[in-house]
C-alpha cells in the first residue's frame, strides 16, 4: 500500500512539473479567493441539522431569510432528528431540527459536555389518518386506529365500513413521523407484523389510492383528492374531528406534534436573528405556505 | 523521443498495474469491513444498549427471551404466569413515566435522588417490570432485581420470524423472512425473464432481418439505461392496479409484481449477454449443421445453444445479480411487509430493499446498524455463492452437447 502511495505522490509531482507557470499563478489566485470566500462564509455561516420532515421548511425559511439578509448564509442539511441532536451534541450543527422532543439520555449527553440545549418551538405538523375514496368509514376512535395498526382489527365490517380485509401501510421505521404515530396513536406498542412499509409519503398516497381497502396516515401538508381523510376522536367516540389546519390550531384535532429547534445556549448570539426570522410574522407565514401550522 | 516513448510506455504500464492492486485491495477491504462490523452484533444485548429491565425482588421471574420481552411490551404476554412467575398481571412501566409521577423538582440537584425515587415505584409494584437506563438505574437497592439478559443469538437473528429493529426495549431481527423473500422475487423474476430473454435472444441473433435487429437492439439497449428509480415508480403506478385487478388481490403490492418488474429490468441483459454468445458460434459448426441436412429449428437447439452455453449461463448470473441486488424498484413495489411470504400474492420485503430504506437513520455502530451491515454481508454470499455456481457450468467443455 505504502509503495502505491509513493508511487501516485510521484506521478502528481511529474504532473505538477508539467504545468506551465501561468496555470500555476492561476491556480494561487484561485486557491486563494476560495480561501477568502470560505473564511468569509464561516464567519456568519450557521448551520442546520436534522429531521427531513423540516427540511423542506427550513429550507424555504433559510432560502427567504437570505434573501432579507444579504451577506448572511444558512445551511439545511437533513438526516434525522437523532442524527441533527448527535450534531448538536458533538457540535457540529449551531441548530439541530426535531420533530420529536429531546430524550432524556441526549439530554444528559449535552450536559456532560458542559452545555445546555434551548428548545424553540417553530411550527406544528398534523398528522392526518387517511383511506381510499371509495371507503365509506369516516369517523374511527384511537382505539379502533390502534386495533387496526397493531393488526387485531383486520376487516373493515368490525369498525362499521363494508366485508374487505384491511391493508395497512405505515412509513419506514427510520422515519420521525413512525415514531410519532406509534407513540400518539399506538400509545408505544409496536406495529403488526407485516405492515406494509412505502419509503416516501408520495408512496403511501399513491398506493391507498389504488386500493380499496388501504388506511394510512400523512402529514396534512401532503392530504389531497386522491385520499380520503379519517375524522379521529381521542375521547371514545364522543367528538370526532376533521383533520385541518384550522382544527389543529384550535388544539381540537389530537395527532398534533410540535416542530422543534435545539441550539446551544451559549451560542444564543449567533443563531438569535435566524430563530427570530423564524417566529415573526413573516416567517410563520412561510411556515403555513409550506403546508405547517403556525405557532402564533 | 525514443526514450519519452518507452517512458509512456513504462508509465501507462506502472499506472495499470497500480489500478489493479488498488481495485483488488479495495474490493478486500469493503468485504473486511462488511463482515466486521456484521459480526458485531453477537456482541450486543438483547436489550438496547444501556438500558436494562428490572423488576421487584419477590418476582421469580429470572431471565426473559427477546421475544417475550416484545410481547410485554405489546401487552400480548400480560400475566406473569405465562411466564412461569406468579399469577398477577404484569405492570409496564418506562423510563418516562417516572416523570409523570413526580415533578422535576422532586428528583434533586442532577438527579441524584433519580435512583431513588425509581427504586421506590419498583418496591411497591410487586408486578412491574421497568426499562431503565444502567446511569440512573436503582442499583444494589433492596427489593429490585435485575432481569438476566444475553446477547442476540445466531438463532435469535437467522431463526427469528420478525424484523422490528427499532421495537423498544428488546428489537427483533429475524432475517429469515428477508432472505426468503430475496430469494423468492430474484427466483420468479428469473423464471419469467429467462424464457423471454433466450427467445428474443434467439429471434435476434437467428432469425431477424437486418433492419429489424438494429432497431430492436436499440429499443433493448436504450431498456437498460433507465435508472432503477423511474422503473420503480413505473411498477407502483401501473403494474401495481394491473396486478391487482387481473388477479383480484386485496393490495397489488405483491412478490409477484415485484418479480415482474425485476424481470423487465434484466431482460436488456439476458438478451443481450445471450444475444452475443450465440452470434459468436463458429460459422463452420452452423454451416455443418445445415449441410448434414440439419432444419433451421434443429440448428439452433442442437448446435448454437449448446455452443454459447457458457454466455447463456453468464447472462442468466448478471441477470440474477442485477435481480438480487436491486433496491429502488423493488422498494417501490413489493409492500416491503417483513412477513414469511406464504404465495407469490403477498408483500415482501427483500435484504436490499431493507438497508436502503434503514441504513440512513440506524445510529451508527449501534445494534441495528451492525444487523444491516449483517444484511450485506448475507446478501455477499448469495450472489458469491451463485456467482461460483456459474464459473462451475462455464467451465464445463464447449463441445459437450454435439
Known sequence: ??????????ILHHQKKNQTKKHKKMKKLLLIATLILSFQIFATAQVLKGSDTMLPLSQKLAEQYMKANKGKTVTVNGGGSGVGIAALVDNTTDIAMASRRIKFAEK???QETGRTSKEVIVAYDALAVVVNPANQVTNLTREQLEGIFTGKITNWKQVGGADLKIIVYSRETSSGTYEFFKESVLKNKNYMNGIMSMPATGAIIQSISQTKGAIGYVGLAYLNSSVKAIHVSYDKGKTYVAPSVANAKNKTYPIVRPLFYYYDIKLEKKVKPYIDYVLSSEGQAIVSKVGYIPVK | MKKIRRFIGRFVEGMLTISGMVTTVTILLIVIFLFKE?????KSPVIEDGYHLYVNAENPVKSISSY????????EIDNWKELNGINEEIMVFRFDDIFNLYAEEEFGENYKLLPQKLAEVIQNNKNIVAYLPKQYAPKNMVGVKEIETKNISFFDFFGGKEWMPTSKPAAQFGVLPLILGTILVSLVAILIALPLGLGVAIYLSELANEKIRHYLKFTIELLAGIPSVVYGFFGLVVLVPIVQ??????VGETAFTGSLLLAIMALPTIITVSEDAMK???????EGSLALGATKWQTIYRVVIPSSISGISAAVVLGIGRAIGE???VLMVTGNAAIMPPTLFQPVRTIPATIAAELGEAPAGGTHYQ?????????FLITMVISITAELISKKPQNSGL
Do not use: W, Y
Not at chain 2, 417475550?68 to 401487552?75: A, E, L, T
Open chain 2, 327 to 329: 433496491t429502488m424498484a
Open chain 2, 280 to 286: 459468436n458460434t463458429p460459422k463452420a459448426l452452423r
Open chain 2, 245 to 250: 385487478r387481473v388477479f383480484h388481490l386485496d
Open chain 2, 38 to 42: 456484521g459480526a458485531g452484533i453477537f
Open chain 2, 68 to 75: 417475550d420481552i416484545k410481547q410485554i411490551f405489546d401487552v
Open chain 2, 371 to 379: 444487523a444491516l451491515f449483517l444484511l450485506g454481508c448475507i446478501l
Open chain 1, 1 to 10: 500500500m505504502k509503495s502505491n502511495c509513493n508511487n501516485i505522490e510521484l
Open chain 1, 108 to 110: 444528559q449527553k449535552m
